[in-house]
């Protein structure tokens, strides 16, 4: 099983930039995916973006061009950088992992909150 830390969102105006992380912890040499989903206010759980172990990366219609997923090198650590940022970009976007096994493991969110 993998720990998922996030940190680093906030409060910004639209067309602001915000760079969150996830911190992993635990059985990272078993993770084959992380990612980065959000869930506005009375929505459902939806995609961001997602990375593979081999680098492959997958962005949400709605944000390819101003949003880039990246790790570290050791996996230890997600980033998600946003640029020009809309007020529907407004969520707490959660950090995730696939595991080898096919388990999955979510952290506890951190919100963003984009201001017009």
């Known amino acids: 099983q993998v720990q998922l830390v996030e940190s680093g969102g906030g409060l910004v105006q639209a067309g602001g930039s915000l760079s969150l992380s996830c911190a992993a912890s635990g059985r990272v040499f078993s993770v084959n995916m992380l990612g980065w989903y959000r869930q506005g206010p009375g929505k459902q759980r939806d995609l961001v973006a997602t990375?593979?172990?081999?680098?492959?990366?997958n962005y949400a219609d709605s944000v390819k061009g101003r949003f880039t997923i990246s790790r570290s090198n050791a996996g230890k650590t997600l980033y998600l950088q946003m640029n020009s940022l809309k007020p529907e970009d407004t969520a707490v976007y959660l950090c995730y992992a696939r595991m080898s096994t096919g388990f999955d493991s979510w952290g506890q969110g951190t919100q963003v909150t984009v201001s017009s």
């Open positions: 990375i593979t172990s081999d680098g492959l990366t």
